[in-house]
């Protein structure tokens, strides 16, 4: 449990959040071509980082809106919050 | 078996005031080489090292644990035990660990109070009233004993239950596995470990796994925090932590972590004699045998490795405790705390070879892993063994997620995920 600084609206506790998972897994741009694993890998694998991870959360409880986080698994320590469509900071 | 358990070595060690018991299993450097490491000193680990001994003749392994055994998820659950699940591949997996887990302590000569006492999961909506009669009738068909409960029976079963019509969920019957029960988690580690030490088994405690070595796509060895082991077949049994390794290896699984919260009350006299479930609201309580009232609650909804959980998981779970409990009303909880859970996509296990030839992954058991720690064991010992799966766990492969032929137990598990 920790509070969260949505970009839209500032600092907000963690239950009006909602995690969407690992950020930046770029959706298939021609999905007739793609092969079962590929299709797996989009779908289902994902890295599940024990310390720095960058992912999507969205701001169900509050303006709805979608922005990314770079927060540390391993202690819940949010180190970056930045909107949809920026580039991802360097930690 | 040396030392064996007896009423006759009780009265033997009474005399020396348990002074002189022995050590039940020991705590070895690790040698340079073995047939086969395991790694993870959980339940399921100990018991993977056990049946590899015992049904497969492989001696020279060893199971590496990076704190110590039991330590992790196989001491933090909730201790339920039952198999009443919807699909037959998951009947078959299920069924299997209990019906080990029913002489259980007799094959190990250690007590893990393993305890029949049935598990009731409750409908509170049509929608549950019909999928659980659905999950009995499956489970039927399987073999598997189930039966339907109506309000009333329900109130006979379990008198403490709040079966008002008027409450938030009320309670419209529900499902009774009676062979299901509970056991003492920490006793199936012990006990595991001590019949694995017997057979030449080397347990060891404090040592990480740091890397995984591979020539080309054949493992050839561990670097741990006590130094480089060769060996040309890896399990690995690491839970909430599997991906962890995986990705030293340089494999990606279908996981999330996540923190599944559980916690005890003080101990009062005995109230209830079996274990309740419910879905909807997601509450289960049982009664230990020390008094202490056992409720799981849920997961959190993100990725994290903190063994914490927060605090909102656990006041929507005594809330719902509380509706159905009112007589707890006034309980003081002792104890809360987390442990990491290793969720698949579709709520089933992975029990499996990886494309790196050596390297197999037993994971993804999620919320409910503990109830099938014998018979993961076993499976996974004959897949290590073989090279080739069990039948019994054939369905639960990696390349289900490829294949697309998932085992989606996500509403049927019986608590929400």
Request: charged content about 20%; some cysteine; proline content about 4%.
């Amino acid at each position: 449990m920790f509070v969260i600084n949505c970009p839209y609206c500032g600092e907000r506790d963690q239950s009006e959040f909602s995690c969407g998972g690992e950020a930046h897994i770029v959706r298939p741009k021609q999905p007739t071509e793609l092969s079962d694993d590929e299709w797996a890998e989009y779908l289902f694998m994902r890295k599940n980082i024990k310390g720095v991870q960058f992912e999507r959360w969205n701001h169900a409880h509050g303006c709805r809106k979608w922005f990314n986080m770079v927060r540390d698994t391993s202690n819940d320590k949010i180190h970056a919050v930045y909107k949809m469509g920026e580039k991802p900071p360097v930690i | 078996m040396k030392n064996k358990y007896s009423i006759f070595s009780l009265i033997k060690n009474a005399f020396s005031q348990h002074e002189n018991w022995k050590q039940a299993w020991g705590n070895p450097e690790p040698k340079k080489e073995y047939e086969a490491v395991i790694v993870g000193g959980g339940g399921h680990g100990l018991a993977t090292a056990y049946y590899l001994a015992k049904k497969h003749n492989m001696k020279n392994i060893a199971v590496l644990e990076k704190g110590w055994i039991g330590g992790g998820n196989t001491g933090r659950n909730t201790t339920i035990i039952r198999s009443n699940y919807l699909w037959d591949a998951s009947a078959g997996l299920y069924d299997h660990a209990l019906k080990i887990w029913e002489n259980l302590s007799q094959e190990l000569n250690y007590n893990i109070m393993f305890s029949q006492r049935g598990v009731m999961n409750l409908a509170h909506n049509l929608q549950d009233v019909r999928d659980l009669k659905r999950r009995t009738h499956a489970n039927r068909l399987n073999g598997i004993d189930a039966v339907w409960l109506d309000t009333k029976q329900v109130k006979e079963f379990c008198p403490i239950i709040n079966t008002s019509p008027d409450i938030r969920y009320p309670v419209l019957g529900g499902t009774l596995q009676r062979r299901a029960g509970t056991a003492r988690h920490d006793a199936v580690a012990w006990g595991y470990a001590r019949g694995a030490d017997t057979m030449g088994v080397d347990i060891i405690q404090n040592c990480e796994v740091k890397g995984i070595k591979r020539n080309g796509d054949q493992v050839v060895g561990l670097d741990t925090t006590k130094g480089f082991i060769k060996t040309k077949k890896i399990g690995v049994v690491a839970a909430g932590h599997s991906s962890v390794i995986a990705n030293m290896a340089g494999l990606k699984l279908p996981l999330e972590s996540k923190p599944l919260q559980a916690l005890v009350s003080e101990p009062v006299k005995p109230i209830i004699d079996t274990v309740v479930m419910s879905n909807a609201v997601h509450a289960y309580v049982s009664q230990s045998d020390k008094g202490e009232l056992v409720i799981g609650a849920g997961t959190d909804a993100y990725i994290s490795y903190t063994q914490r959980g927060s605090h909102d998981v656990v006041e929507g779970t005594l809330k719902a405790i509380l509706e159905l409990y009112p007589i707890f009303s006034r309980m003081k909880m002792l104890r809360q705390w987390g442990g990491i859970v290793d969720i698949c996509p579709d709520a089933s296990p992975i029990i499996s070879k990886t494309n790196i030839k050596g390297l197999y992954f037993n994971c993804g058991w999620g919320t409910g892993g503990f109830k099938a720690t014998p018979g993961s064991g076993d499976l996974f010992a004959h897949t290590i063994a073989n090279d080739e799966p069990h039948k019994l766990n054939a369905a639960f492969n990696l390349n289900r997620f490829v294949s697309g032929d998932l085992v989606d137990e996500h509403g049927a598990a019986a608590v929400a995920h």
